[in-house]
């Protein structure tokens, strides 16, 4: 038993909202509830934790899989893995940690927001740094290191909102495939993310990576699926999805069923590819998430090295953002999106974070430009009433 200032119980709701029947097809419902958790759990490099009816313990030996397999058949888990989750070096936070349901549950109430809206939206990573990132990655993929790479930024903002209301906000003014909120004991994740990491159904796995973008209203997004950067772009990171799942999956059932499938949202146009396959028989969750995680589209190819590269030029720790944010259910069927447009809120910070893909031939100012367009929503969503 260990004894960490932590409570034991707390009333945490979650809700996966999409514009679609994304979080799960096979329901006839767009909307997924859950609220009351039995207790959660959370690994980090020390170990794992379980909290569970009242009870806590600690695991020091055990990783956060044995403690599924062993302790919580049956159970809903809903959370997220981080995008540290499978990088050794990797300090501070949760590698992941997710809350535990005996069901699903009815839609919760909001709450009405009355007072005046107050809203403060700041950058962390300033324009020059991030632009003195990409810069230095074309020098690596130039030398040959590397031939796309995702880099990040992090911004901070204040906002009197109420953070359920908030997410309903942001969804209502961009409308996505895997929009999440997510209360935990000691944090809060709000995402407005269109990209499908993994989804299992039975023994058949899903991956639909993102990479291409375009502003609306402009020739760059009419023509957006026949821009050749941008299709490069995309066609690196299906090939490293083909090559994560071809670990997991039967040989010669990774098929790829779509190419460059063109995404029109509020703010912006995207490109979507689609990946599937055939998993092996008795393939565990730990096997797909140790040979998948951290998602490809927002890693780089090659993946090692381009993590490698990551760690040293980004000064932030990703957590949520970048890692694989869903559910499990009690037959280990799962849907997990990439935890990208999202924010991670506690009580000293409220964080938002976006990303640029980068090749050879991108332009740093417009990469500079693309970080902030993927916020636009976000910060539409802050100061509207």
Same mark, same amino acid.
């Given at each position: 038993?260990?004894n960490l200032?932590?409570?034991? $119980?707390?009333?945490m ?12 097809p ?8 859950f609220?009351k958790?039995?207790g959660y759990?959370f ?7 379980l909290?569970?009816? &009242?009870k806590?313990n600690f695991f ?6 044995a ?6 058949k049956?159970?809903y888990?809903v ?6 989750f499978?990088?050794k070096?990797?300090?501070g936070?949760?590698d992941?940690?997710?809350n ?8 919760p ?5 009355t ?6 939206f700041l ?28 880099l990040t930024r992090?911004f ?6 109420d953070?359920?209301r908030?997410?309903l906000?942001?969804f ?5 495939e895997f929009?999440c ?6 944090? $809060? ?6 990209e ?6 039975k023994?058949t796995?899903?991956?639909k990576?993102?990479k ?12 957006l ?7 490069a772009?995309?066609l ?10 071809s670990?997991?999956c039967?040989p ?9 499938k063109?995404k ?8 979507e ?15 797909i ?7 490809? &589209?927002?890693t780089?190819?090659?993946?090692s ?5 990551? &760690? ?18 009690p037959?280990q069927d799962?849907?997990? &999106? ?8 506690n ?7 976006t ?5 050879w031939d991108s332009?740093p100012h ?7 367009l993927?916020?636009k ?7 509207s009433?």
């Open positions: 038993m260990l200032k932590i409570p034991l $119980v707390k009333k709701k979650a809700h996966l909202k999409s514009k679609n029947f994304s979080w799960d096979n329901s006839k419902f767009k909307e997924i509830y609220d958790p039995i759990i690994q980090k490099k020390t170990g794992t934790t909290v569970l009816n &009242s806590k020091p030996n055990k990783d956060i899989f403690i599924i397999k062993t302790e919580l049956g159970k888990l959370g997220y893995f981080s995008y540290e499978n990088i070096n990797s300090k936070g949760y992941a940690i997710f535990i349901f005996s069901r699903q549950s009815e839609k109430k909001t709450k009405n927001h007072s005046p809206i107050l809203s403060n950058k962390s990573t300033n324009d020059k740094d991030f632009i003195s990132s990409v810069k230095n990655a074309k020098k690596l993929i130039e030398k040959g290191e590397i031939y796309q790479i995702n992090e901070s903002y204040l906002s009197n909102k953070n359920y908030l997410f906000d942001y209502k003014n961009q409308p996505v929009g909120y997510i209360e935990f004991f000691d944090h $809060v994740i709000i995402s407005g993310s269109m499908l990491f993994l989804r299992r159904n023994n796995i899903t991956t990576p993102i291409g973008t375009a502003e609306n209203q402009t020739n760059s997004a009419k023509a699926d026949k821009d050749l950067k941008e299709r772009e995309n690196m990171i299906v090939d490293l999805m083909r090559n994560d799942l670990r997991i039967k010669g059932s990774v098929k790829v069923d779509k190419l460059f063109k029109k949202y509020s703010t912006l146009t995207q490109l590819s689609t990946v599937t396959g055939k998993l092996n028989k008795q393939t565990s969750l730990k096997e998430f140790t040979n998948t995680m951290p998602p490809g &589209s927002v780089g190819t090659p993946k090295r381009a993590i490698q590269i990551i &760690s040293k030029i980004e000064s932030h720790r990703r957590g949520p953002y970048c890692g694989a944010v869903g559910y499990i259910k037959n799962f849907c997990f &999106s990439v935890g990208i447009r999202l924010s991670k809120i009580e000293k910070k409220k964080l938002f974070f990303g640029a893909g980068i090749v332009v417009k990469e500079n430009a693309e970080s902030h993927k916020a929503a976000f910060q539409n969503t802050l100061s009433s």
